[in-house]
């Protein structure tokens, strides 16, 4: 099933882009391009998900740390 997916997405990618783009091409060319910009596409948002959840988990690293030590300040009295 997710083949059969993956060529209708890709027909229609394929048709808007060549339509976007003023490329005219045939049905085969057309869901050739769209299957593989798909692939492509798909490779790069994950690629691009994977570090913006890196940088996300430091930031929220950064932030816990923080907040910790103030809570730790706080709770010892050693507030400035």
């Given at each position: 099933m997710p083949v059969i997916m993956l060529i209708i997405f890709g027909a229609?990618?394929?048709?808007?882009?060549?339509?976007?783009?003023?490329?005219?091409?045939?049905?085969p060319t057309t869901i050739a391009i769209g299957v593989?910009?798909?692939l492509i596409g798909g490779f790069v948002l994950r690629s691009i998900a994977?570090?913006?959840?890196m940088a996300f988990g430091f930031v929220?690293?950064?932030?816990?740390a923080i907040f910790l030590i103030?809570?730790?300040?706080?709770?010892?009295?050693?507030r400035k």
């Open positions: 229609a990618a394929g048709f808007l882009a060549t339509r976007i783009m003023d490329l005219r091409t045939d049905v593989a910009g798909a994977m570090l913006g959840g929220g690293a950064v932030v816990g103030w809570v730790w300040q706080w709770y010892s009295g050693r």
